[in-house]
């Protein structure tokens, strides 16, 4: 089965300052999809970021990006110039390729707080 | 598009009684997700369904735990007899395709006293 881990419990950053978030999985498959996912104390699940496996380039989002190294399976979530409101807790997902795998495995996420 | 309606936003119930949770995904989604989010155990899938149909149920905690999904726009999660250990965040969230990710509904607060 699959596993994601993300070992930052907590993370902070000053305000225009970058910050990034760690995230690693566990996998046999080859092909598979991941995500970084933000909770804001509203509770809202909201998609920041998603990375296609079979894809060498890094997605990035405005001043979201990640850094996905495969082999290594590493997938890590920079935030660059950092907002109060980016003060979240931060889960990265993994879903499978395969047809009849729908179902995203989640890590147990990273509270970030962004101080003024 | 609204997004994924769930309802009730709060719920909270006596230990014994029923409760229901109430699900409308996003029209032409044809995966839908029922998660449980708590501190110690974190987001859990509990169920989901492919076209109407479920598909994995083996997060369901026990029997007191069911869920139905009559038609393509409303599925709901039935805890019957409550207990506090259940008392917990219930997320529902739709999918198109396997790229897409997840869209969530809001969630309901559940607690049970």
């Known amino acids: 089965a699959q596993t994601v881990t993300q070992s930052q419990p907590e993370m902070s950053v000053q305000e225009a300052e970058t910050v990034t978030l760690s995230c690693t999985y566990d996998?046999?498959?080859?092909?598979?999809?991941l995500f970084w996912y933000k909770q804001p104390p509203s509770r809202q699940m909201i998609l920041v970021i998603r990375?296609?496996?079979?894809?060498?380039q890094n997605a990035t989002e405005n001043r979201f990006s990640v850094n996905f190294q495969k082999a290594a399976k590493s997938f890590s979530l920079k935030i660059s110039d950092s907002q109060l409101g980016d003060a979240a807790m931060y889960f990265c997902?993994?879903?499978?390729?395969?047809?009849?795998?729908?179902?995203?495995?989640f890590g147990k996420g990273t509270k970030l707080t962004v101080n003024p | 598009d609204a997004g994924v309606i769930q309802s009730p936003r709060h719920e909270v119930t006596e230990m014994g009684q029923e409760v229901t949770l109430r699900c409308k995904p996003i029209?032409?989604?044809?995966?839908l997700f029922w998660y449980r989010q708590t501190m110690m155990r974190g987001l859990e899938l509990l169920i989901y369904?492919?076209?109407?149909?479920?598909?994995?149920d083996s997060g369901m905690p026990e029997d007191r735990f069911s869920a139905k999904m009559p038609n393509a726009s409303f599925s709901t999660l039935k805890i019957q007899p409550s207990e506090p250990r259940d008392s917990a965040v219930y997320f529902c969230?739709?999918?198109?395709?396997?790229?897409?990710?997840?869209?969530f509904g809001s969630g309901t607060r559940l607690t049970v006293v």
């Open positions: 969230a739709s999918s198109q395709t396997l790229s897409a990710g997840y869209t």
């Open positions: 996998t046999s498959e080859s092909d598979y999809y």
């Open positions: 990375q296609e496996a079979y894809k060498q």
């Open positions: 997902a993994y879903r499978s390729a395969l047809g009849g795998s729908e179902k995203l495995v």
């Open positions: 029209s032409g989604h044809n995966s």
């Open positions: 369904f492919n076209n109407n149909v479920p598909i994995d």
